[in-house]
């Protein structure tokens, strides 16, 4: 590739000249995401018929759900219609599609859009609903389908911003635009963030919020404009509190980074790090002291019996690890049973090993840089996946609930685990020559899985 | 030496997305999906492993229009056979060659124009792995026949409900995304090939150094 390609378009700002890839990264992430957004029937992802709920009661309504009124689970007229002909009796029945033939839009007054906004999604902050409630509002006019794909538009402007964080984040974390370009791309064409960017679920809130703050970092890391990266970072880690609590789950890892990167043996860095994170935590706190009602009930119900033994046994065992942190991380389509061929979930788990084999052949090859980031990153995956396990520990104990982990809570640390991909992968080669970049196998590979997604998508729900 | 080295690298690194690729192909020529439980039993089990040669019979209802393809649950104990089956009814043969996967279905092709009567289905090879049916025993297999091509039907169905939503040409949208995939996928290849040294590292964009 010559360097004419990568010269910068004449006319902008420096930072806009000098990142302009980053546009085409945000635009392969918004259309893969709409493709799926069409796709996609309504409320056939994860929990998207009670997110919509929260939507549409800030979209009519433009108030929050009175939390401590809340008693049973609601949803609007026309919601509950497009559940009962859209949903069930398609749901666990892969033999049956989707009844687009006899479906009839249901009534769409003022009183069939009425809802308390009462159900498990009300405990979220509301930033990913505010705006999603524009989206809505846009096609407030129109049909309930059109204000479902109206609320999936915002997540695919997160989506798209979430690319560019990620990115930025490569950019500046491995020095070259190409590599930024590498994880953007990575990031806009992971098959379940592809998935989450095109369906209304506040997911794609907290990942791109996390992508941006994994960017602010590195750009600590680079050592340029420290003080006003500082402040972003602060910023960032306020919006993503607002987001999701996955994110918030993350937080003390973006915290242990911007600590290290300032330097753990200064008292300054200490209260650096503090002051930028306060009014993240802060928030967190006074969400959780608003919701604290509806997220004692969610907390309670009675809870099986089990010692922390026998949970760890279960939770730990192969399979079930393989099943959460790989197959549901990377690739697991549908809410309601989309079966995505097997071999291609082998090819993710061979892409891992490759990239571990990587690491262990090309680890004196690396620089100190590289080894402290993939050494951090090992780290915070422990962390977080070891905090999500006592959750859900606490959630079996204390409600009906058997299982409360999916893969996907980890994804706000991707764009991380994708530039340690990268490093693994490069560890293979690192001694033999540098023709060949080994770290561009993934998004190669994400092609053929994104596109197959698609596919099991469309057969699942609309063959004949 | 080295050359070798970096033969077996390449090589390595290069399986995953020809792996990805053929099964993507495969679901593309061949749709599938996991058909009905009419005439099954309510408790299956695997039966198998099957091996070449095997045979089973399936009794088809008459149908106004042609059966196009038989579809059968397949258990794999999650390897990755490819397999080969023959179809046959009323003295004529289809064949198919697919790879199979744990708990899907596969799409079996039936002679054309056929609208009843029986089909026997045939195991040609099984390699690279095991491979069972899911049913009650050894001659009830879960199984569904379909009628008609599979993605006209699915993209005009798909088509017909994003139009409702407001999505006028979901087809457009479908095929403008393949082709950005496609572009990544192509652009994803030439990175790969290009490498990555000091020497290119100037056209690649580096970010300026910080001061300080």
Sequence with gaps: ?464 | MRSVAVLAAGTALSIPPLLACGVTAMLLLHPAYQGDDAGAPAVTVPIGPLHPQAQFRFELPPSPTPYAALDLLLATWETMPVVRWSACAAERCARTLAWAADNQSVRLDLPADLRSGEVEVRLDAVNFGLLAYWGSDATHPRWTASRGSEWPTALSRMSKLATMSGVPRAAWLLAVGAAVLLACGAFAIAMFLRGRSPENEAAEGALPMPEG
Excluded at chain 1, 10 to 15: N, V
Excluded at chain 1, 181 to 195: D, E, R, S
Excluded at chain 1, 227 to 249: E, H, I, N
């Design chain 1, 1 to 464: 590739m010559s360097e004419s390609r990568w010269k910068p378009a004449s006319g902008l700002s420096t930072a806009a000249r000098l990142h302009w890839p980053a546009l085409l990264v945000g635009g392969v992430a918004g259309c893969t995401a709409l493709v799926v957004a069409v796709v996609c029937p309504p409320f056939h992802a994860p929990d998207e018929q009670k997110h919509f709920d929260y939507v549409q009661r800030l979209g009519e309504d433009a108030r929050l759900a009175d939390l401590a009124s809340c008693t049973v689970p609601q949803s609007s007229e026309e919601s509950h219609a497009i559940g009962i002909e859209l949903v069930a009796p398609v749901a666990r029945r892969q033999e049956r599609s989707v009844p687009v033939e006899t479906f009839r839009l249901p009534p769409s007054d003022a009183a069939a859009r009425l809802t308390s906004g009462c159900n498990d999604a009300a405990t979220h902050p509301p930033l990913y609903y505010a705006i999603s409630a524009l989206g809505y509002r846009s096609a407030a006019a129109g049909n309930v389908l059109q204000r479902i794909h109206g609320a999936r538009l915002a997540s695919v402007f997160w989506g798209m911003a979430g690319a560019i964080a990620a990115y930025l984040a490569g950019a500046w974390f491995f020095g070259r635009r190409s590599d930024g370009a590498l994880v953007g791309l990575t990031f806009a064409l992971q098959p379940m963030i592809v998935f989450l960017n095109g369906v209304v679920n506040n997911d794609s809130a907290a990942i791109c919020a996390a992508a941006a703050c994994w960017a602010a970092l590195a750009r600590l890391w680079r050592a340029e404009q420290r003080g006003r990266t500082l402040v972003v970072l602060g910023f960032l880690a306020l919006v993503g509190v607002q987001t999701k609590t996955t994110f918030t789950l993350t937080l003390p890892v973006f915290a242990a980074g911007c600590l290290l990167v300032l330097g753990p043996g200064r008292l300054s860095s200490w209260v650096k790090t503090a002051t930028v994170f306060l009014p993240a935590a802060a928030a967190e706190v006074a969400w959780r002291i608003h919701a604290r009602a509806a997220i004692a009930k969610g907390m309670s119900g009675g809870g099986t019996s089990i010692s922390l033994v026998r949970y760890l046994q279960s939770a730990l065992d192969y399979s079930h690890l393989r099943e959460v942190w790989i197959d549901e991380y990377w690739m697991a389509w549908g809410w309601v049973d989309v079966r995505l061929p097997l071999q291609h979930y082998w090819t993710i788990r061979l892409l891992l090993l490759l990239a571990l084999a990587g690491l262990c052949l090309g680890w004196t090859t690396l620089d100190r840089r590289s080894r402290a980031f993939v050494g951090f990153v090992a780290a915070a995956t422990v962390f977080l996946c070891g905090t999500l396990y006592a959750i859900e520990y606490a959630v079996i104990r204390r409600t009906p609930l058997v299982s409360f982990i999916q893969g996907r809570y980890a994804l706000t640390l991707f764009p991380a685990h994708a530039a340690a991909l990268s490093i693994g992968l490069r560890g293979l080669t690192a001694r033999v020559t540098s023709r060949l970049d080994p770290a561009w196998v993934v998004p190669s590979l994400l092609v053929p899985l994104d596109v197959a997604s698609v596919a099991a998508l469309t057969l699942r729900f609309y063959h004949a």
